[in-house]
């Protein structure tokens, strides 16, 4: 397991999904698809209200940074392919209890959104010769309480199998003016 957290525009996301799309494609790879999750979490205040449309239909909204970042490293139609062919596959969160993810990449983004019982949840999901990646940004939570990725990166510090990556504002590639926009924030003047 690997936990990325960091700021806005690092490439947590595109980094987890290039890695989970490299290493299926590698000749001999143990891995058999890769399976993406996220807390359907809307962003703080706002309300999505009903979704028409079965459950694909539903979550989709929620998975564009997913599709957008897959299509940028492999196109939009080998995305199609793999998604047809369910080599990726997209779960939300609420409905992980019961599975056992076995030779799978499996990647939680949003983590931030999650509480500590979620994570709990999806993290013993996982089955014999999977890879876990779990990302989030700590400043991005739109949880009042304690949220699972901060609570995940006190509990499993020194537990061997479990690997942090820290990035911060220098990683930002996002756009120069991220960084600058998140020392406004961070700066007690402006708040």
Request: glycine share 10%.
């Amino acid at each position: 397991m690997t936990f990325c957290s960091g700021p806005a525009g690092c490439g947590k996301t595109f980094l987890a999904v290039y890695y989970a799309l490299q290493a299926i494609a590698e000749k001999g790879s143990t891995y058999d698809g890769v399976v993406i999750v996220k807390p359907l979490v809307e962003a703080d205040g706002e309300k999505l209200g009903f979704l028409p449309g079965d459950i694909e239909e539903k979550v989709e909204p929620f998975m564009w940074s997913y599709y957008y970042n897959i299509e940028q490293i492999i196109g939009h139609t080998k995305m199609g392919v793999l998604l047809n062919d369910s080599v990726i596959q997209i779960i939300p969160l609420a409905y992980m209890r019961g599975l056992t993810l076995a030779g799978k990449i499996v990647i939680l983004d949003e983590s931030q959104n999650t509480t500590p019982e979620q994570v709990k949840m999806f993290l013993t999901r996982i089955g014999e010769g999977s890879k876990y990646i779990i990302c989030g940004d700590l400043d991005q939570t739109d949880r009042k309480v304690t949220n699972g990725l901060e609570d995940s990166m006190r509990r499993f510090t020194q537990l061997s199998g479990v690997g942090f990556t820290t990035f911060n504002k220098e990683d930002i590639v996002r756009h120069p003016i991220v960084a600058k926009l998140l020392d406004r924030y961070e700066n007690a003047h402006y708040k």
